[in-house]
């Protein structure tokens, strides 16, 4: 057994350890400096590799592959800009705690600052996005360095999946001959024999790391406990999460013992599954939030478990009951294992420090004396909403969103856009019994790479993929409609057209004479020809009546569909407007 050169040896140790610590996938992209890793990569037959051009939209697509599967699609490129281009998946992985693991090649330490063709500084070159950054030893035969770079790497991959998960860079210098078809004396006749650790690394990971969970003492569960029991009126809150955050089981344990009602974010994962019949799961606080500050009773104890939701109502409701009552604010206890502070009202009371599931499941087999009078009441409200959804005749944007879970084959992933399609889910998508991954880039909340990081969600399933997005979203991400045909990807595309920025007529700049210029930016684009370049069907529909018939004939078939849905975005502004006005109205009759 032999090896070329010292970069071949370098880059099958990086690989073979990877697929130890059970990398099973990874997305590469064309470049010279890269091809020690590459050319690993290709020859390895247990991990399956994805070859995208656009490294911006390669990135999204490793982001959207760990979203669904909870572990990291390792990313390879060259040397340069296009390290830079993975910076805005990198930041979205970051702030919504995905896994990522980047290895990117480099050049020669000697040529930094020097003018050398394609060499930037790349050394931490993505902040403190990472969790953990480093540039890796130069390749050399050298039984230590060779274990070194082992054990880094499966520090690594374990470092991205920690308690508080997201990316970890590795950076990597190659120097020249970069093919593995050169040979060199780098690596003497008989060095893999005579280092068998080094250069086979060990039946399994090189490095195992056993990860605990944060858990509480009896003393402080039972201090809890004790608050959770005196509430009269408790709401339990789940913000965004890629996994049901706590489990479907431990929140409907939860959600029983205790009676609290629970406010289900659409990104949460448990808006939607078989314990919505069993729970008093709700889906459109965001309409009527605003009235736990008047006409709806306040709660008295909240637990919050996930990210922050993307119901401003209902961040400004929860931050009102603490603001309106300083003296006897209402208890928030924010449930995070890894000690973050996901909370940007600064008004929640408590920080704990604990895995969600165990901590759900710890009050649910301690917590007695449930009363459902606080629930009942909520959901007869939201019971009122749903009816006033029903009756809108009007096909609008928050109409199309409502169809969509309705719609959605069970199961399915739907992964939705920033902007007005996630608001819309999360007011007009109603809780469903159904098994749904719903997931969306709420991390940074960008419109980059919506295309891609669904593409990459619907790689790591068999399950049917819907994709919500917007107009000006899609055209960000052109490049990454790449994707359907050099995966054979099968997905649904609802492109959501209102040419522009509709989310801007929520702002007070609406009545400002820039507002049609400068902020929702009329494009006028046919996006058919898109569906062209790339090979997909394509379809365009302004009625509810069509949108149900392509939606219903899409996820049915194989391919790739685009379903365009064309709507006048200050005609869907009116609609929602008055909706909210109607939920008010209701409201003060209830009072």
């Known amino acids: 057994m032999s090896v070329p050169n010292v970069n071949t040896l370098w880059g099958r140790a ?102 050398a063709n394609q060499t930037i500084d790349q050394h931490d070159i993505y902040g403190d996005a990472t969790r953990h950054s480093r540039t890796l030893p130069e390749p050399e035969a050298a039984d230590r360095k060779v274990r070194s770079l082992r054990t880094a790497v499966a520090r690594a ?68 406990i004790e608050a959770v029991e005196a509430a009269d009126r408790g709401l339990i809150v789940c913000g965004p999460a890629d996994r049901p955050t706590p489990d479907r089981d431990a929140l409907l344990g939860l959600a029983t013992a205790t009676g609290f009602p629970v406010l289900a974010d659409p990104l949460s994962g448990v808006r939607f599954g078989e314990h919505v019949e069993s729970a008093t799961v709700l889906g459109g606080y965001d309409a009527w939030a605003p009235a ?57 009371t408590d920080l704990i420090v604990a895995d969600p599931t165990a901590f759900a499941s710890a009050l649910a087999g301690r917590v007695t004396g449930a009363d459902s009078a606080y629930a009942d009441q909520l959901a007869n409200v939201e019971a009122d909403y749903w009816g006033l959804v029903a009756d809108e005749e009007r096909f609008f944007e928050g109409g199309l969103l409502h169809e969509t879970t309705a719609l959605a084959p069970d199961p399915s992933t739907l992964f939705v856009s920033n902007s007005m399609p996630v608001r819309d889910l999360d007011r007009f998508g109603a809780p469903r019994a159904a098994d749904l991954t719903v ?67 929520l702002l007070p700049i609406e009545a400002h004479d820039t507002f049609e210029g400068y902020f929702r930016t009329p494009h006028g684009l046919d996006f058919a020809p898109s569906a062209d370049l790339h090979g997909l069907e394509f379809a365009r529909v302004g009625s509810r009546e069509g949108f149900r018939e392509a939606f219903t004939a899409s996820v049915e078939s194989e391919g790739t569909q685009v379903i365009e849905v064309t709507f006048d975005a200050a005609e869907s502004h009116a609609i929602r407007e008055r909706l909210q006005e109607r939920v008010s109205e209701e409201l003060a009759v209830r009072s």
């Not at 040397?79 to 919504?96: K, R, W």
């Not at 001959?177 to 050169?182: A, D, F, R, S």
């Not at 478990?305 to 924010?334: H, I, N, V």
């Open 157 to 224: 991959v374990a470092t991205t999946t920690a308690t508080h998960p997201g990316p970890v860079h590795l950076n990597v210098p190659f120097r020249k001959p970069l093919e593995p078809t050169v040979e060199t004396d780098e690596v003497p006749d008989g060095w893999l024999e005579a280092h068998p650790l080094a250069a086979e690394g060990r039946d399994g990971p090189f490095v195992r790391t056993t990860s605990g969970r944060p858990t509480l003492s009896a003393a402080d569960r039972a201090a809890i």
């Open 292 to 348: 736990l500050r008047d006409t709806l009773p306040t709660p008295d104890v909240v637990l919050r478990f996930g990210a922050s939701p993307t119901s401003k109502p209902t961040r400004k409701a929860l931050a009102a009951a603490t603001l309106d009552a300083p003296d006897e604010p209402p208890r928030q206890f924010l449930i995070d294992p890894a000690g973050g502070w996901r909370e940007a009202e600064f008004t929640a």
């Open 439 to 505: 997931l969306g880039n709420r991390g940074a909340s960008g419109i980059d790479g919506i295309t891609s990081t669904a593409l990459g969600a619907d790689s790591a399933t068999d399950d049917p993929l819907v994709c919500v997005t917007g107009d000006v979203a899609y055209f960000h991400d052109t490049n990454g409609l790449l994707a359907v045909d050099r995966f054979d990807l099968n997905a649904t595309i609802v492109l959501v057209n209102n040419d522009g920025g509709g989310i801007f007529h």
């Open 14 to 115: 990086i690989v073979d350890e990877l697929a130890a610590a059970g990398v099973d996938a990874a997305v590469l992209s064309p470049g010279s400096r890269s091809t020690p890793l590459t050319v690993a990569f290709a020859d390895h037959s247990d991990i399956e590799t994805f070859t995208h051009l656009d490294e911006r939209s390669a990135a999204f697509f490793a982001l959207g592959r760990a979203k669904q599967t909870g572990h990291p699609t390792p990313l390879v490129c060259t040397s340069g800009t296009a390290v830079a281009n993975y910076h805005p998946a990198v930041v979205e992985a970051d702030q919504a705690r995905v896994p990522m693991l980047l290895l990117t090649a480099d050049r020669p330490p000697e040529l930094t600052d020097s003018g």
